[in-house]
Nanobody, 125 residues
Framework: VQLQASGGGLVQAGGSLRLSCTAS????????MGWFRQAPGKEREFVGA????????YYSDSVKGRFTISRDSAKNTVYLQMNSLRPEDTAVYYC???????????????????WGQGTLVTVSS
């Protein structure tokens, strides 16, 4: 499975960006896709994820209410709509996917087998 992410860029604080990530295929009914991010000098952290079947979404507390994950099944694509962006949202954003995520482990990097190449989001103050 290959993941192709796009949509990063430079935006002013308070602005919006939408990231996209397309998977070459989905391999199970328990398919999950999501996003992690890594800011300079910090550890990679969970942003959000979606369970493909049913569309249930999960978010980190730091982005809840500002970011929205959605999916397009026909395109095998997940979107991350980021609103009210803050300078602290500046990071490389990584798309992730896995066919067998366990809910209790959903926010862990180890839950995801497939990783995209990363796309840089820079929020200026």
């Amino acid at each position: 499975v290959q993941l192709q992410a796009s949509g990063g860029g430079l935006v002013q604080a308070g602005g919006s960006l939408r990231l996209s990530c397309t998977a070459s295929k989905r391999t199970s009914t328990n398919w999950h896709m999501g996003w992690f991010r890594q800011a300079p000098g910090k550890e990679r952290e969970f942003v959000g994820a979606v369970r493909w079947s049913g569309g249930h979404t999960y978010y980190s507390d730091s982005v809840k209410g500002r970011f929205t994950i959605s999916r397009d099944s026909a395109k095998n694509t997940v979107y991350l709509q980021m609103n009210s962006l803050r300078p602290e949202d500046t990071a490389v954003y990584y798309c992730v996917a896995d066919p067998s995520v366990i809910l209790s482990n959903l926010r862990s990097r180890t839950a995801y087998r497939y990783w995209g190449q990363g796309t840089l989001v820079t929020v200026s103050s």
